[in-house]
């Protein structure tokens, strides 16, 4: 059964005997592992049930340690790192002759991240050196926010979590991709949105198109409850009066059989409460969720992708 702990010290003596442990980082929970460390690193995978052509992150103290894992950072690069880290940002940039590339997934770029959470920043610089910590979660499920949420996913394992409280930004990181001879790629939406970014650089972001690098949570099904889910523009009636039918709601519920939970109109609030709310619902042993639609604006990109991945469209 997985354990708590604050103890600094202790999961950083599990982590240099090559043991996994949860952390909180402000995206959601990571399983970590020593980057450098390949039978700790084969042992993510493993527990996690996720495909070795999934790339990990790699989670750094501060943006001094990029120079380790990448070789000819750009300007570009740079200047997001000064602007964006610590912060919810994954940059993939061109791999250093001598990183392993059961971390990259055979690919010559490696993602790097800087994590905001303080806990997490205090892990680092204690431990030392660098972290892969892909979301703590069995392969294609609900990533967790809480430690409750890791408990539930490996309630079969020794695995240490270190406790942090509950995830600030709730939804995993922007990754942008920076490599030689390409412009800069948006890989994944993240709640640090692209127009963002965008500004930052002076020029737009492309998508990741045929032929780009592969990076983390791409799957066409992925962080997805195990009851069957759908979303929606408008509601189906006959849905309404099942009580079997859990709803999520983004500011306009309407009454219902069934459980219901309304995470508002607010595009943060809502990315933050938005997995702990699939976790409750989930766990209700219903029929099936129904999951309103949020809005065509910028700011709810992230999320519309990600409930793209977990649900399937019904209208």
């Not at 993240?190 to 972001?205: H, K, R, T």
Request: hydrophobic fraction near 40%; proline fraction near 9%; include cysteine.
């Amino acid at each position: 059964m997985p354990q708590l702990t604050t103890d600094l010290d202790l999961a950083c003596a599990r982590l240099r005997a090559g043991h996994l442990l949860a952390l909180p980082t402000e995206t959601v929970y990571g399983l970590a592992a020593d980057a450098r460390n390949p039978d700790a690193v084969a042992k993510v995978f493993r527990l996690k049930g996720r495909p070795s052509s999934n790339p990990l992150i790699v989670h750094l103290a501060d943006a001094a340690q990029a120079d380790d894992w990448a070789s000819g950072i750009g300007p570009a690069a740079r200047q997001l790192m000064t602007r964006f880290w610590p912060g919810p940002l994954t940059l993939v940039l061109p791999a250093a002759d001598w990183v392993p590339r059961s971390i990259t997934a055979g690919q010559d770029s490696v993602a790097l991240r800087v994590p905001a959470h303080p806990v997490a920043r205090q892990l680092l610089e204690r431990f030392g050196g660098a972290l892969v910590a892909p979301s703590a979660n069995r392969y294609m499920s609900i990533s967790p926010t809480s430690s409750a949420h890791v408990q539930q996913q490996f309630a079969d394992s020794d695995l240490l979590i270190l406790e942090g409280g509950e995830c600030q930004v709730g939804l995993e990181s922007t990754i942008v991709g920076l490599l030689p001879g390409q412009p800069p790629r948006l890989l994944r939406e993240g709640m640090l949105a692209a127009g963002v970014i965008e500004l930052e650089l002076g020029q737009p972001l492309q998508g990741g198109g045929a032929g780009a690098v592969r990076a983390p949570g791409q799957h066409h099904r992925h962080y997805a409850p195990g009851t069957p889910t759908w979303r929606f523009r408008q509601a189906p009636p006959e849905a309404l009066a099942d009580p079997q039918c859990g709803w999520l709601w983004c500011g306009d519920a309407r009454p219902s059989a069934g459980p219901s939970l309304d995470l508002g109109d607010d595009p943060d609030q809502y990315a933050q409460a938005l997995y702990a709310a699939l976790y409750r619902l989930d766990n209700l042993g219903l029929q099936r969720l129904l999951i309103q639609s949020p809005p065509e604006q910028e700011a709810w990109a992230a999320i519309r992708d990600r409930l793209s991945r977990a649900s399937t469209a019904l209208d």
